[in-house]
């Protein structure tokens, strides 16, 4: 048995949901493996962030979101409604603020001193939701999945633009 290993470095945008079309990455971790058969794990190390099997819609918005993640954005957000104030949610706690502030680079985390910055408790939500890894089959070399099927990294939080890591772990032989 073979273990190949690969990790992705990706950039979300802030201000809105970051989705990150994987596949063709994923699909060149198979390719440089060369395992033939076995499973291979996509996962998000990171508590916002979310990867998804989704079908390829075609239709992009003015952000270069497709129809079913408008429609996914529309879903979560009903339920999830986005963390606009203090109040929305009671996280981040004032434990939890004191604790931020108290790291020596806090102000990657609160630029300023500004508390607004830590307002993402959707974004752990939405990707608790949706999960922080998938799974999937290889048979032969390939990944078989779908030919409109497509691996996505989500990153939920809004709160500033980062980069983010995927990682890919492929076993078999």
Not at 16 to 24: G, L
Not at 36 to 54: D, L, M, Q, R, W
Not at 85 to 100: L, M
Not at 161 to 170: A, D, E, G, V, W
Request: glycine share 6%; aromatic share 10%.
């Amino acid at each position: 048995m073979t273990v190949y290993k690969k990790q992705l470095e990706l950039q979300s945008k802030g201000k809105i949901p970051s989705y990150i079309d994987i596949t063709e990455q994923v699909k060149e971790a198979v390719a440089e493996s060369n395992i033939k058969n076995g499973i291979i794990s996509v996962v998000s190390p990171h508590t916002t962030c979310a990867v998804f099997y989704e079908e390829y819609s075609h239709d992009r918005d003015e952000n270069g979101d497709d129809t079913l993640q408008q429609e996914l954005n529309r879903a979560l957000t009903k339920i999830i409604p986005y963390h606009d104030s203090k109040d929305t949610y009671i996280y981040p706690g004032e434990e939890h603020y004191q604790v931020v502030e108290s790291w020596p680079n806090a102000d990657d985390y609160l630029p300023g001193g500004d508390r607004s910055a830590l307002w993402n408790g959707d974004a752990h939500l939405k990707a608790t939701v949706i999960g922080s890894s998938e799974v999937f089959d290889l048979s032969n070399g390939k990944l078989t999945v779908g030919s409109t099927g497509y691996i996505y990294f989500v990153d939920f939080d809004r709160t500033r633009s980062r980069k983010r890591k995927c990682l890919i772990t492929i076993i078999g032989e």
